[in-house]
């Protein structure tokens, strides 16, 4: 048992090494309209609603789970921001208030949005890989990180449409769309009609796909631009030396 509460305490202290206070309140913010989405939601929403709010403890679990020494201890808390943005634009504001009925193509947004964030995500992960300043020197240099950060993005984004596919198919939720009808003059609407056969039943297969479009364009235009910072960064280094 003291070992446990040492654990809870030194994970704790390891917050705060990392983020601030004020950081550190905005997670529990995020995680209280959570809490009110899944008391309020409809019955068939609640489980992955449940799921999703999960992940906004993944990073203290899984440091609070973590050797000192180990990989997972050195994944930076700041990767729980990210979580966090994700959950509150996609959980809470598309999936419970439900915002796009107000805010025209806001899943496109949401998709749009998550692509950079998960490339950023991906570099803290592979920093986290290196134990030693010459490992970081190797592993993070610009066109190896931009390229795992890339592809880091391409996974999560593909994960993301399982978890929908499973969360509608198993628990009744309406993730791709099963219950949206696009605009008349909605740009992918028009698209869709001049290059779909298969009539409206198809609607959700383009949801699907085209929320995946819109993730790998700007999972793209991010890797680009880590690539030109990283390279910079590494410039002023070297020319310190």
Known sequence: MNRIISKIKYTFNSIFKEISVAEYISWWVVRVLLIWAIIACPQ???IMISIN????????LLRFLASKDGFASRISFRCQHIINIIEFLGTFLHNFLNVGKYIDNFDRILHVASGPLVVIAGYYILKACCKTEEQRKIVLEPRTASLFCCGFSFIVICLWEFMEFFGDLLFGSTNQG???TPSNDEFWYIVFNRFNAAGAEQYPLWDTMFDMFDAAITTAIATVIMYLVLRS?????????
Do not use: H, P, V
């Not at 002023?236 to 030396?241: C, V």
């Open 53 to 60: 709010f999960l992940a906004l403890f993944a990073m203290s």
């Open 44 to 46: 068939s929403e609640k």
């Open 233 to 241: 960064r590494r410039k002023k280094i070297d020319t310190q030396k």
């Open 178 to 180: 099963y219950n949206c």
